[in-house]
């Protein structure tokens, strides 16, 4: 789970661990966080919880695992003043994977995360911001709010019935 710092990855990765866990206001992960998570309406999930700093991305690469079938990217759809930085981020990620591995299974599932806020871009504008339609894998982008774990299950249903 990559994507800027600040856009919601730990709250998406605990809701996930658990989702009647109450929200906790959270600094920026140092690190990262890995766990499995078992049960996640039903599925079985090894997580990595990247953090987003520029400090961090150097060393993600250590971090990707072989065998990994999928990607998810959380965007903060109401920082439209850090949304190029978002689509650089999630292209020179899936380079450097395509590089690296070779992946041509690899699936992304774009979490369009803080869909509560007045200013959020909609599905349609993350779409087009990332420029996922120019992509060569299999994606699909959900407008979620992790936070109240809305939108998660849909997502989550998707992204398991094409790994």
């Not at 866990?21 to 309406?41: A, H, L, M, Q, R």
Request: hydrophobic share 40%; aromatic share 12%; charged share 30%.
């Amino acid at each position: 789970m990559i994507g800027l710092d600040s856009s919601g990855k730990t709250t998406t990765f605990y809701k996930m661990k658990d989702e009647s866990s109450e929200v906790v206001t959270n600094i920026p992960t140092i690190g990262f966080n890995v766990e499995t998570i078992k049960d996640f309406y039903g599925y079985e999930i090894n997580s990595w919880d990247i953090g987003g700093s520029d400090k961090i991305k150097v060393l993600r690469d250590a971090y990707y695992e072989r065998n990994m079938k999928g990607i998810i990217f959380v965007i903060d759809s109401g920082d439209r003043q850090r949304d190029k930085e978002a689509e650089r981020e999630l292209h020179f990620t899936l380079g450097r994977l395509r590089e690296k591995y070779e992946f041509n299974n690899l699936k992304l599932l774009v979490l369009a995360n803080k869909q509560d806020l007045v200013e959020a871009m909609t599905v349609d504008e993350v779409i087009e911001l990332l420029s996922l339609n120019d992509l060569e894998i299999d994606w699909n982008c959900f407008p979620c709010c992790a936070v109240k774990g809305e939108g998660l299950l849909e997502a989550f249903e998707w992204f398991y019935s094409v790994l």
